[in-house]
């Protein structure tokens, strides 16, 4: 089921070393410190059962990893999802988001997995942290979509800022709760659905905002546009 090359085989990681081997390895290169959450947050929430870590390697080590987590009833979030830089474009990623996909439908039975993305157009690539408009084609090819959501990630603790210019997708939706417009545009709803993935996002903004308060309410409204991945100018930014 992994779709992996045999010489890149796929595991989950549940124990505190493997966990911290991931964490050095993979997150911290790819990831800026205000998006980087402590490693202690990996292995409690790893233990708690919240979290679920899987990894694909080769004799190297860990060459890429995918972080979900539970949000709530009905919604999952893929916190992190990182391939080693030496091993891009080789279809590694794309093998183990397939597999993580897969397996989070399989054990979480969500409604909705979304995704936190930079904005390109407000976000510079680099070759440590890699090329947002590329990461962003990458999802869209395996069928994410933009939610309409003035997005920003919380600070991730009290001596950091918000993470403004950020995209929220819908990596999967249930197709049972999609609703298609006259003209063609697709919908999700937000109380229950949307606004749940937000309320537990947002639980973590150490001090409310204007653009939190904003946030909430574009996620409140009955139906939430998914929007193709190119259109995300569409979308207006959280300031």
Sequence with gaps: MTGLPPDHPTREVTDPEGLAQVYAALLVPSFPP????????????????RVAVLVAEDASGPVATSVSEQ????????????TRADMRGRGIG??????MLHDVRARDRPTLVVAEVERPDRHTGSEAFGDPAAR?????????RVLDLPYFQPAIDEAADPVHGMLLLALWADPRV??????GGVSVPGPGLVA??????????????????VLRAAA??????LYAVEDYPR?????
Aim: glycine content about 12%; cysteine-free; proline content about 8%.
């Design 34 to 49: 205000s998006e980087l959450v402590p490693p202690e947050w990996l292995t409690e929430g790893v233990a708690s059962g």
């Design 71 to 82: 949000l709530g009833e009905g919604v999952v979030l893929l916190t992190y999802f990182a």
């Design 94 to 99: 794309s093998a183990l988001f397939t597999r």
């Design 136 to 144: 962003l084609r990458f999802y869209g090819r395996h069928g994410a």
């Design 178 to 183: 999609e609703v298609t417009a006259q003209d």
């Design 196 to 213: 749940t993935a937000l309320g537990s996002i947002l639980e973590d903004e150490t001090v409310p905002s204007p653009e939190g308060a």
């Design 220 to 225: 409140g409204v009955p139906l939430v546009r």
């Design 235 to 239: 979308v207006a930014p959280s300031r």
